[in-house]
């Protein structure tokens, strides 16, 4: 789960970026009443929560970042 501070409560519409050996397959946000599709390539927040399914392809380094507003990077 990317959770993504200082946002609040705020929706903020992520599009995460994966580079190794991996894939993105999925985004949730929580939201009942948010009906975007799970593969879709961008997604709002939730509580400054987006959940980010990702599927490994191969060994090595997983590096993540979620883009918005602003960058949001991260390691797996």
Do not use: W
Request: proline share 7%; with cysteine.
């Amino acid at each position: 789960m990317l959770h993504v501070g200082g946002i609040g409560d705020q929706l903020v519409t992520l599009t995460p970026r994966l580079s190794g050996p991996g894939e993105i397959i999925g985004l949730e946000n929580g939201n009942l009443c948010d009906n975007t599709p799970y593969a879709s390539p961008a997604r709002s927040t939730r509580k400054g929560k987006l959940i980010v399914y990702i599927r490994r392809t191969g060994e090595g380094a997983l590096t993540f970042t979620a883009g918005g507003e602003r960058e949001f990077p991260g390691s797996l």
